[in-house]
């Protein structure tokens, strides 16, 4: 039972453009939100997170919104660099004392020159 | 400050072999997570150990296991090895001073199971 989706497996897009990348999930209990950028041979980078109490958090060029009610999440870049090319990772984990991270299954973004 | 590391980076086995990785989280950190990333199921969370406990663990046979060491080192074994363990198995260390902390994953260890 996948608990984190990222429907997308791909997106492409210009060079200078936003970048919207989609994440869902199923489980109400969820508190906290993390997106993850991985490169090949490497291990995931955390990008951004956002707690489940705001609605949006920036930082730089990415901000992320989550929609408690539509259990949705939403990473927007802007603008897009050829260097964020990558497979983007949405995580989500319980409040308390327990690290697990349920991961979605990655997006791969292209940038186009 | 150094990152986490693991190793070994690559590992050729046969079917039937017992195998150990090793982590190394970041210095400070005492908690230290294991996932296994597969092209058809993504990231999936193997265990999770703080302080030389295990503090959860992930739907993943016997066959796997951990353990971590009084200077938060961690390795984890697989018996038995299958096929379809290949994967790459990442590790990730967080101070967990606050259950928010942020993990940091290692480059992790490309298993090839033959």
């Known amino acids: 039972d996948q608990q984190v989706k990222q429907n997308s497996p791909s997106l492409s897009v210009q060079e200078g453009r936003i970048s919207i990348l989609n994440c869902d999930y199923t489980?109400?209990?969820?508190?906290?939100f993390l997106w993850y950028k991985k490169y090949p041979a490497e291990g995931p980078t955390f990008l951004i997170s956002?707690?489940?109490?705001?609605d949006k958090n920036e930082d730089g060029r990415f901000t992320v919104f989550l929609n408690k009610s539509a259990k949705h999440l939403s990473l927007h870049i802007v603008p897009s660099q050829p260097g964020d090319s990558a497979v983007y990772f949405c995580?989500?984990?319980?409040?308390?004392?327990?690290?697990?991270?349920?991961f979605g299954k990655g997006i791969t973004l292209s940038v186009r020159p | 400050k150094a990152g986490v590391t693991q190793t070994p980076r690559y590992l050729i086995k046969t079917r039937g072999q017992q195998v150990t990785l090793s982590c190394s989280p970041i210095?400070?950190?005492?908690?230290v997570s294991w996932y296994q990333q597969t092209p058809g199921q993504g990231l999936q969370f193997l265990f999770e150990?703080?302080?030389?406990?295990?503090?959860n663990k992930g739907n993943f046979p016997g066959r796997f296991s951990g353990r971590q060491f009084s200077n938060s080192r961690s390795e984890m074994n697989v018996s038995t090895l299958e096929l379809g363990d290949s994967a790459l198995y990442l590790c990730?260390?967080?101070?967990?001073?606050?259950?928010?902390?942020?993990?940091?994953f290692g480059p992790g260890t490309r298993l090839t199971v033959l």
């Open positions: 489980n109400s209990m969820f508190d906290y």
């Open positions: 150990y703080f302080s030389e406990t295990q503090r």
């Open positions: 956002i707690s489940s109490i705001k």
């Open positions: 995580a989500a984990r319980l409040s308390g004392a327990n690290s697990k991270l349920t």
């Open positions: 210095s400070g950190h005492r908690s």
């Open positions: 990730a260390s967080s101070s967990f001073r606050d259950w928010t902390d942020t993990q940091y």
